[in-house]
Nanobody, 124 residues
Framework: VQLQASGGGLVQTGGSLRLSCAAS????????MGWFRQAPGKEREFVAA????????AYADSVKGRFTVCRNNVENTVYLQMHGLNPEDTAVYYC??????????????????WGQGTLVTVSS
């Protein structure tokens, strides 16, 4: 199983980035896919998730209206489009897969697979 995240980097306040996560080794379409993040000195937190078919999404309040999550079940990839970035968004972003998710508000301890993380740094 592999979740390969990419797209992180350094961006100025107000800028945009798109994260990608390429999945392999499991039946991608059967999993709810999501993103968590961990800022320096803080606990890891839920960011966004997309349903198995891609028709439903959920977001943390802190990113609603700025971030968009989507998936491509042909290419086995999940994306996180981020706009209006601010320094509080600086974190390592992790791609996740959850087979048994009953809600799109994913719980960290129920995640089946984690990616390696990609660093997003937003300068002021």
């Amino acid at each position: 199983v592999q979740l390969q995240a990419s797209g992180g980097g350094l961006v100025q306040t107000g800028g945009s980035l798109r994260l990608s996560c390429a999945a392999s080794g499991f039946t991608f379409r059967n999993y709810v896919m999501g993103w968590f993040r961990q800022a320096p000195g803080k606990e890891r937190e839920f960011v966004a998730a997309v349903s198995r078919g891609g028709g439903s999404t959920a977001y943390a309040d802190s990113v609603k209206g700025r971030f968009t999550v989507c998936r491509n079940n042909v290419e086995n990839t999940v994306y996180l489009q981020m706009h209006g970035l601010n320094p509080e968004d600086t974190a390592v972003y992790y791609c996740t897969a959850d087979w048994n998710a009953r809600s799109l508000l994913l719980e960290e301890n129920a995640i089946d697979y984690w990616g390696q993380g990609t660093l997003v740094t937003v300068s002021s």
